[in-house]
């Protein structure tokens, strides 16, 4: 069985042509998965790239349509920051001029501080123990959304609102 594993379908280049096609066509990929790809179906790397500029080419394959696609949707989707999707980009080989364009376009400002101010309150109120001080609370909700990838400076900004807001509607109820 072991043997069955080792040994891949080889496929010539023009039969990996038309898989590979379908498998960009399907989703928005990245240059490194689809060389992987083509790497599984025995194509060698001299090949891939002859294979990846044709893709290029006819438009299957782009990589600034990807990382826009990518940020777009993982802020939208997974609420996530700009630095976690800078992050992950990096590491599937994106460029960082497809990065900077793909942040800038996708996350419109006003959108990120809306997300962010709604993951503030969230996670605010999620904060329920009795060992949950005030400083607990605000240094366990800063930690939690500098793991999800947001600024310092965009969590102080949104936090200090938050609380005021939080002081004002205390003193209000007295």
């Not at 080419?57 to 990518?70: M, P, T, V, W």
């Not at 949707?73 to 976690?84: P, T």
Request: proline share 2%; charged share 35%; glycine share 6%.
């Amino acid at each position: 069985m072991d043997e069955e594993i080792r040994q891949r379908r080889v496929l010539t280049p023009e039969q990996a042509y038309v898989k590979i096609r379908h498998f960009c066509a399907f989703q928005e990929r990245t240059h490194l998965e689809v060389k992987r790809k083509l790497s599984g179906y025995g194509i060698s790397w001299s090949q891939a790239g002859e294979l990846l500029s044709k893709l290029i080419e006819e438009g299957f394959l782009n990589e600034e349509r990807f990382a826009r696609s990518f940020a777009g949707g993982k802020f939208r989707m997974k609420g996530w920051g700009r630095k976690k999707i800078e992050m992950e980009l990096k590491m599937r080989m994106i460029s960082d001029y497809s990065i900077r364009v793909a942040i800038r376009e996708e996350i419109d400002p006003a959108a990120y501080e809306k997300t962010l101010t709604k993951l503030v309150e969230k996670k605010w109120n999620s904060l329920k123990s009795p060992g949950d001080t005030f400083y607990t609370k605000q240094a366990k909700t800063r930690q939690y959304l500098l793991g999800r990838g947001y600024e310092n400076d965009w969590i102080s900004r949104i936090m200090k609102k938050f609380i005021d807001g939080q002081t004002n509607d205390n003193n209000d109820s007295d």
